[in-house]
């Protein structure tokens, strides 16, 4: 059974930097592509980035292309989203899991990224 974990979500200000991170465990994420997802308040859930498997390719979003960097730690099904130059508007809580969707991974609980001053 597979089992998702996101941390690092914090309160930065805008203009600011973040790592947040998940934990894949249960199954070998190494194996398939995955995904950063978010969810704003009242919104629904959108594709943020991801990566193929092996990290040979990534995309992402418009609104966060250039700013943000997926990677990923195979051996440890470790996966990374860091962000720069952040937003107020990327505020949200923030999921990882498959790319694409849908998935039968379950979600995990986000993991709340806030950019306000």
């Known amino acids: 059974q597979v089992h998702i974990v996101e941390s690092g979500g914090a309160l930065v200000q805008p203009g600011g930097s973040l790592q947040i991170s998940c934990v894949i465990s249960?199954?070998?994420?190494?194996?398939?592509?995955v995904g950063w997802y978010r969810q704003a308040s009242g919104n629904q859930r959108e594709f943020v980035a991801r990566?193929?498997?092996?990290?040979?390719?990534?995309d992402y979003a418009a609104a966060v292309k250039g700013r943000f960097t997926i990677s990923r730690k195979s051996t440890e099904n470790i996966v990374i989203l860091q962000m720069n130059n952040l937003r107020p508007d990327d505020t949200a809580v923030y999921y990882c899991?498959?790319?694409?969707?849908?998935?039968?991974?379950?979600w995990g609980q986000g993991t709340q990224v806030t950019v306000s001053s």
């Open positions: 899991n498959k790319w694409p969707l849908p998935s039968q991974w379950p």
């Open positions: 990566s193929t498997v092996g990290d040979r390719s990534k």
């Open positions: 249960g199954g070998n994420s190494a194996l398939e592509h």
